[in-house]
């Protein structure tokens, strides 16, 4: 037996992305940061997939570190401690990126799940976010 298979220009797109539609994907942040002078601005504007993916400056990352390290506050084992640590060694926001999941599990561990996605979304301001593609958009 033969079915018909409909081919659309776009690709095959899976009804399983429908699910989370009104999430906001949190992101890494790149690996590159943004020019400094108003030359390089501009070529970076030319030149770049996408310019707004740029990381952040170096300077926040103080700043996002005190955040990440407050979240962790009231946590009183071994855990909590080692992750402090790895927190106060990290080099870049991308690493603080990797960390987040860490920082959910032990809070939802000590505390609850509620708690540890309102830790986690004060976390997530610092990343670069990306709505939700729409249903008729292709890939």
């Known amino acids: 037996m033969s079915f018909l298979r409909v081919s659309f220009p776009w690709g095959y797109r899976s009804t399983l992305a429908a699910a989370s539609a009104f ?3 949190v ?3 790149s690996l590159c940061h943004a020019p400094s002078s108003p030359w390089q601005r501009l070529m970076f504007w030319l030149l770049a997939t996408a310019p707004q993916n740029a990381s952040p400056p170096l300077s926040r990352l103080p700043r996002v ?4 390290t407050r979240c962790l506050e009231d946590l009183d084992d071994d855990a909590a401690c080692t992750l402090a640590d790895r927190i106060s060694a990290s080099r870049s ?3 603080l990126w990797h960390l987040r999941a860490e920082v959910y ?5 000590q505390h609850d799940q509620n708690e540890a996605e309102l830790r986690l979304s004060r976390l997530n301001r610092h990343f670069p ?3 939700p593609r729409s ?3 292709p890939l």
């Open 93 to 95: 926001l991308r690493e």
């Open 65 to 68: 570190r005190a955040d990440f």
């Open 23 to 25: 999430r906001t994907e």
């Open 105 to 109: 599990r032990l809070v939802a561990l």
């Open 135 to 137: 249903a008729f958009a």
């Open 129 to 131: 976010t990306r709505a």
């Open 27 to 29: 992101r890494p942040p």
